[in-house]
């Protein structure tokens, strides 16, 4: 199962590390990776792909939202 997150953040240095470092922690693999501006400059769009089973998405989601710079998860 292929999962798409779409995760709001702080724009802040050292986001996309923490991001990443969660993901090869809990060892999540990143397929595809997208950052990109948004209207309000200090916030920035992150998007994720990734492949994982139901379980597997869902923790994903959960440990994104456990993230301090995380505004929002969809």
């Given amino acids: 199962m292929r999962g798409i997150f779409s ?3 702080e724009n802040r240095s050292g ?3 923490k991001i990443a470092g969660l993901f ?3 060892g999540f693999n990143i397929e595809q990776l997208t950052v990109g ?3 309000d400059p200090t916030v920035s769009s992150i ?3 990734s492949e994982g089973d ?3 998405m869902e923790q994903i ?3 994104l939202n ?3 710079d995380v505004i929002k998860v969809r």
């Fill in 47 to 49: 998007t994720i792909v």
């Fill in 37 to 39: 501006e948004t209207d």
């Fill in 54 to 56: 139901d379980r597997t």
């Fill in 61 to 63: 989601e959960k440990q």
């Fill in 24 to 26: 090869a922690r809990r």
């Fill in 7 to 9: 995760v709001t953040v």
């Fill in 66 to 68: 456990k993230q301090i």
């Fill in 15 to 17: 986001v996309l590390s």
